[in-house]
C-alpha cells in the first residue's frame, strides 16, 4: 500500500463506584429505568456537584496503570451545549488540567513491542441514555452523571491489529484493576477511532476521520480496515477525504456518514466554580497505588518467574481475572504450580465451559482444589481419580480427601498390603513368571493387571510394577 | 402590643418572659405581609409557618432564633414551596429539597414565612425586573422609589419590619446595595464560609450567601448560627472559623481603616459627604486610625466590566438547565430544540436576553482573549490590588452608594459610575462586605459599607458593632407599632 495509516483511539471508561460521579444516586447497571436519580443529576436549581473519592482513585489507579504524570490539584472545568441528554446544559469535566498527563502503554505484538504514547487522562460525567422511538425519544437519566475516564492516545497507532491490542489492554487493565467492568457491550467500556493516511514519507497528516462507539474489539479491527479501504479508494481517485464523523453500520460492514464535522462546534470552556480545587497529597496518591489490585503485566512476570509457568498457560489464565484469583489464592495452600495450572486451565475451565459457568459459580474453593492437587502430586490419586473426586465436589465443596475415601477411591500406598497382593497373584501364576524370567516383559502387564483387578484399582500402577519386579526377581 | 418592628433579639426576650407565642407573632406577620403595598411576596408559606410556630412550645432560653419568622429570597430552594428566582420561565416549579441554609434555620426553630421578589434570577440591581414587576422601597413617600436588588423584596420586607431578618442572595451587590436604601444591616460573609447549596447558581466563584437585618448583633448572631462546611458544597470553608458575636464589643482603638481616595472623590451628595466626614471624626475620636489612600484608578474602573463579562458569561451556563426539559415552565415544540427555543423565548425577559447575549460573545473561541479571559485576568488584578490594602489596613469603608434610594424613573440599568459600582470588588475576592445605615438625608437612609481581608468575618462585623453605637441607627424600620 501507499499509504501510512494513523490512528489516534478515544477511550471511554465508565469506573466501577457505589454512586455517581458528583451525586450520591446509585450507580447500578441495568436498574429500571430513571430509578437511579436524584436531584443533582436532573440538574434541579440550587444543586452543587460533590466529587465522588472512589472516582478518583480509580482515575489515578488508571493514571499509574498507563505511566503518567498525576496531577497534584484537581480541577473541573464545564464544556457547554445544549443537547437533551445534558440536563445542566453543561457536562463537567477536566479540560485544562486533566489527572493524567504524558504516558504510555507498552503493547505486546507478534512482531514486537509497539510502544503507543498517551496524551491524556481526564474525569468527566456521561450523559443520559436516549432511546429512540418512531415518534418520540425516551430519556433515562439513570446514566446521568455516571463516571468516566477518557483516554486519549497520541496519533501512534499504525494498524487495526494495533488498535484491537490497544483496546484489550485497556480492557484488561481496568478489569484486573477492578476499576471498570470493561464490556464493550453494556458500554462501560467505549472507544472512538480517529483515522486518516497520508502518503508513505510524508510527515503531514491527512485529513482525519473519526469513527464513534464502537462496541466491540473485532469492530474496532473491521472500521479500521474499511476506512483505510474507503480512504484510500478516494485519494486513489484524487478527492479529498472530508473531516467527517461517521459510524460502523453492522449490517453493510463500512461505515456511515453521521454528520460532517463542524469546527464552528464551540464549547466555551470554562473553569466549574462549584469545585474549589483539590489537593491531591503526595501520601494519598501513593496509597491508592500501593493498595490497587496487581496490574496484568505484573501478574504476569510473577507467573513466569516465580511459578515457573509457561508461556501458554500464562496468556490461557490471564484471559481471565477472576480464574487468576481462583490460582492466587490456590497458590497459598499448594506449591504444585505446574499441576495446578494444569487443572485450572484444563479440568476447571473445561467444566465451566461445559456447564456454562464462571468461576465465580462453582463452590469449589480454591483450597480445596490445592488439597486435590496435592492428593495427585502425593501420588494418592490417579488423575482419573482426582476427576472423579473434582466433579463430585465442584458444586459441593467437600473436602476432596474425605470424598475420595467415601468414593473408595484412594490409592493404596501401604507397601505391606501390597507386597501380600503381589505374592498372592505370583503364587497364583506361577508358569508366568517363567515367561518373565525368559524374557517375555508382555506378561508383566497382565501380573500388574492381577494386583489392579484385586485392588479394585486403588493401588498406584507404578508402584505396583517395580514392586513386582522386585519380588519376581527374589524368587 | 404588635410584636412586628422588633429585632431577634428583642423577640427572643418576649418569648423568654412569656410575653408572646411564635404562633401569635407568626400571625401577626401573616396580616401585615397581606396589607403589604410594596409587591414584595413571591409564594407565600403561611401555613407551613403556622403549624410550624404552634409545633414550639417550650422557650428556648439560649436559642435566639427559636419562634423567630424570616422572609426568603425566591432564589433559594423550599422544599415543597414554588421557587421561581422571579423569573417566568421557573413558574410553577417546586422545590424538591430545602437549601442547605433553610435547613440550618429551620433546625434553629427559626419559621420561614414567605418567599420574597427578586430581580429576574439575581441578574438586576433596581428590583424592577422579577416577573412581578416593580418592588417598592417603604421609605419611598409617594411610592416611588426603588428599594434596589436584586434582594429587594427581602430588603423592603426587613425596612417595613415585618420580619426581624431575611435571607438574600449577592452576586455584584445585591445585599448591600438594597441594604444601604433601606436603611438596613446587609452582610455577606466570605466566600465558602455559608453553603450555597439550594442557592439558585448566577455565577458560582462570584454568589453568595448573607443577611438583611436592623442591627449588626443580629447578623452577627446569623452567621455563627449558619457558617460551617458543608458536604453538598465544596467550595465551603474546611477549616472552622471564628465566632463573631464575642468580639462584637472589642473597641475601634488602634483599627487601621482606609478610605480610598478615588473613590470617594467622586461623591457629590453634601448631606452624604458631611455625615461621613463626621462619622470618620468619631471614630478617629474613638482611636481608629482613618486613611484616605491612593488607588489605581484603572482598576477601580475595571470594576464593573470585569464583574460583568465574567458573570453574564459563566451564567449563561449556570441557566442552561432551564429548557423546560426536566422542570419548569415547559413551552410546547416538536422538537428537543423547539421546546428549548420556546420555552427560553418566552420564559426569559430581554434583559435576561441581553445578558446571554453579551456572556456567550465574551466566551466565544474568537473573541473571548478580549473578554472572558482578560476579565478573569482584571479579576486577578484587582483581588490582589485589594489584598494589598488589606495587608495594611482592617478594612476598606465608603458610602456603599453615592446617594438615598433613587427615583424609580431615573434608574438606567446597568449604570457605569465607579462609586455606584464598586461593591462587585467584594464578590471578586470573596471578602466579607458589611453595609449598615451611617445618616438619613432628609428622611432617606443612606448606607456605609465595610470591606476586609477573607475569613476576617469577626473583624468587620465587629467595626461594624462599633459603628453602630457611634450612630445609633439600630433597627431603623418604617413600619407602625
Request: hydrophobic residues 40%; aromatic residues 8%.
Amino acid at each position: 500500500m501507499k499509504y501510512e495509516v494513523i490512528i489516534g483511539l478515544e477511550i471511554h471508561v465508565e469506573t466501577k463506584t457505589k454512586t455517581k460521579m458528583f451525586s450520591g444516586a446509585s450507580s447500578v447497571f441495568d436498574s429500571p429505568a430513571n430509578t437511579n436519580v436524584s436531584v443533582i443529576d436532573m440538574a434541579f436549581p440550587g444543586t452543587m456537584p460533590a466529587v465522588n473519592k472512589k472516582a478518583v482513585e480509580n482515575a489515578i489507579i488508571l493514571a499509574h496503570a498507563l505511566n503518567m504524570e498525576i496531577d497534584h490539584e484537581l480541577h473541573f472545568d464545564r464544556k457547554n451545549y445544549f443537547y437533551s441528554d445534558l440536563p445542566k446544559g453543561y457536562q463537567i469535566t477536566q479540560d485544562r488540567r486533566p489527572i493524567g498527563s504524558n504516558g504510555y502503554l507498552d503493547l505486546v505484538l507478534e512482531k514486537g513491542t509497539k510502544r503507543v504514547n498517551i496524551e491524556r487522562l481526564h474525569m468527566e460525567e456521561d450523559t443520559a441514555k436516549q432511546i429512540h422511538l418512531a415518534e418520540f425519544t425516551l430519556i433515562d437519566y439513570n446514566r446521568a452523571g455516571l463516571p468516566l475516564v477518557e483516554i486519549v492516545t497520541k496519533p501512534d497507532i499504525r494498524t487495526g491489529e494495533e488498535a484491537m491490542a490497544f483496546v484489550e489492554a485497556i480492557r484488561e487493565i481496568v478489569t484486573f484493576t477492578n476499576v471498570s467492568d470493561g464490556k464493550m457491550e453494556e458500554g462501560s467500556l467505549r472507544c472512538d477511532v480517529n483515522i486518516s493516511l497520508r502518503p508513505i514519507g510524508s510527515d503531514k497528516f491527512g485529513t482525519k476521520v473519526e469513527v464513534k462507539n464502537l462496541n466491540s474489539i473485532s469492530n474496532i479491527g473491521k472500521v479500521i480496515d474499511a476506512e483505510i479501504k474507503r480512504q484510500s479508494a478516494l485519494l486513489d481517485a484524487g478527492k479529498k477525504v472530508l473531516s467527517e464523523t461517521r459510524r460502523y453500520d453492522e449490517s453493510v460492514k463500512d461505515t456511515v456518514l453521521m454528520r460532517l464535522k463542524d469546527d464552528g462546534v464551540d464549547y466555551k470552556y470554562f473553569p466549574e466554580g462549584n469545585i474549589a480545587p483539590i489537593t491531591l497529597e503526595k501520601d494519598y496518591v501513593a496509597k491508592v497505588i500501593n493498595m490497587m489490585p496487581e496490574l496484568p503485566n505484573i501478574k504476569k512476570k510473577r507467573y513466569l518467574n516465580e511459578y515457573k509457568l509457561n508461556n501458554h498457560e500464562v496468556n490461557i489464565i490471564l484471559q481471565s481475572k477472576d480464574l487468576t484469583l481462583y490460582f492466587d489464592e490456590a497458590t497459598n495452600y499448594t506449591a504444585n504450580y505446574k499441576t495446578l495450572i494444569n487443572w485450572v486451565i484444563g479440568e476447571v475451565s473445561a467444566y465451566l465451559n461445559k456447564e456454562g459457568k464462571t468461576i465465580k459459580d462453582i463452590k469449589l474453593a480454591p483450597q480445596n482444589l490445592a488439597k486435590l492437587v496435592n492428593l495427585v502430586n502425593d501420588g494418592k490419586l490417579s488423575n482419573a481419580q482426582a476427576r472423579e473426586v473434582f466433579n463430585a465436589i465442584v458444586m459441593t465443596n467437600d473436602d476432596p480427601e474425605a470424598k475420595a475415601k467415601a468414593l473408595n477411591l484412594v490409592q493404596v500406598s501401604d507397601t505391606d498390603f501390597i507386597l501380600k497382593v503381589i505374592n498372592e497373584v505370583i503364587d497364583e501364576n506361577l508358569n508366568v513368571i517363567d515367561d518373565i524370567k525368559n524374557g517375555k516383559d508382555r506378561a508383566m502387564g497382565f501380573l500388574v493387571g492381577q494386583v489392579m483387578k484385586k485392588t479394585k484399582g486403588k493401588v498406584n500402577p507404578a508402584l505396583a510394577s517395580s514392586l513386582m519386579k522386585e519380588e519376581i526377581n527374589k524368587r | 402590643m404588635s410584636y412586628l418592628n422588633l429585632t431577634i433579639s428583642e423577640l427572643h426576650a418576649l418569648y423568654v418572659s412569656g410575653l408572646t407565642t411564635p404562633l401569635n407573632v407568626v400571625n401577626e406577620v401573616i396580616a401585615a405581609l397581606e396589607r403589604d403595598q410594596n409587591n414584595i411576596l413571591e409564594q407565600t408559606m403561611y401555613e407551613e409557618a403556622r403549624l410550624f410556630a404552634a409545633s414550639l412550645k417550650e422557650v428556648e432560653v439560649d436559642n435566639l432564633l427559636w419562634g423567630i419568622p424570616f422572609l426568603v429570597k425566591d432564589n433559594i430552594a423550599t422544599k415543597g414551596i414554588e421557587t421561581t428566582a422571579s423569573s417566568n420561565i421557573l413558574n410553577g416549579y417546586v422545590s424538591l429539597f430545602d437549601a442547605e441554609i433553610i435547613t440550618k434555620l429551620k433546625n434553629q426553630k427559626a419559621i420561614p414565612i414567605a418567599k420574597t421578589t427578586m430581580d429576574e434570577l439575581g441578574m438586576g440591581g433596581c428590583g424592577m425586573t422579577g416577573h412581578k414587576g416593580v418592588t417598592l422601597n417603604p421609605y419611598g413617600k409617594d411610592n416611588n422609589r426603588i428599594v434596589g436588588g436584586s434582594s429587594s423584596g427581602s430588603a423592603s420586607g426587613v425596612a417595613s419590619g415585618y420580619v426581624p431578618f431575611a435571607l438574600a442572595s449577592d452576586t455584584g451587590d445585591s445585599i448591600r446595595k438594597p441594604a444601604s436604601f433601606a436603611g438596613l444591616v446587609g452582610y455577606k460573609p466570605t466566600w465558602g464560609e455559608l453553603s450555597r447549596h439550594g442557592l439558585f447558581a448566577f455565577m458560582p466563584t462570584l454568589d453568595h450567601l448573607g443577611f438583611l437585618t436592623r442591627s449588626v448583633f443580629d447578623v452577627s448572631l446569623l452567621y455563627d448560627l449558619t457558617k460551617g462546611y458543608d458536604v453538598k458544597d465544596f467550595t465551603t470553608n474546611i477549616q472552622k472559623s471564628k465566632n463573631s458575636v464575642e468580639t462584637l464589643t472589642t473597641s475601634l482603638k488602634g483599627r487601621k481603616i482606609a478610605v480610598i481616595e478615588p473613590i470617594f472623590a467622586k461623591l457629590t451628595n453634601e448631606t452624604l459627604l458631611k455625615e461621613f466626614n463626621n462619622l470618620v471624626a468619631k471614630m478617629e475620636a474613638k482611636g481608629a486610625k482613618v486613611s484616605f489612600v491612593k488607588f489605581d484608578e484603572l482598576l477601580l474602573e475595571a470594576i464593573l466590566p470585569t464583574y460583568l463579562i465574567l458573570s453574564c458569561s459563566e451564567a449563561t451556563a449556570s441557566n442552561a438547565n432551564l429548557t423546560g426539559v426536566n422542570f419548569g415552565n415547559a413551552k410546547d415544540g416538536e422538537t428537543y430544540e423547539d421546546i428549548v427555543l420556546n420555552t427560553r423565548t418566552e420564559g426569559f425577559s430581554k434583559q435576561i436576553k441581553y445578558r446571554f447575549l453579551l456572556g456567550n460573545y465574551s466566551l466565544r473561541k474568537d473573541t473571548r482573549n478580549n473578554y472572558y479571559n482578560r476579565a478573569q485576568k482584571a479579576r486577578t488584578l484587582i483581588v490582589k490590588a485589594f489584598n494589598e490594602l488589606f495587608n495594611e489596613f482592617d478594612a476598606v469603608m465608603l458610602p456603599a452608594a453615592p446617594s438615598h434610594a433613587p427615583l424609580i424613573n431615573k434608574e438606567p440599568e446597568p449604570n457605569s459610575e465607579v462609586e455606584n459600582n464598586y461593591l462587585a470588588m467584594a464578590n471578586l475576592g470573596g471578602f466579607p462586605s458589611l453595609t449598615i445605615p451611617f445618616a438619613l438625608d432628609k428622611g432617606l437612609p443612606l448606607g456605609v459599607n465595610l470591606t476586609g481581608k477573607a475569613f476576617n468575618d469577626a473583624l468587620i462585623l465587629n467595626l461594624g458593632y462599633q459603628i453602630e453605637e457611634i450612630t445609633g441607627l439600630y433597627n431603623l424600620h418604617v413600619g407602625q407599632r
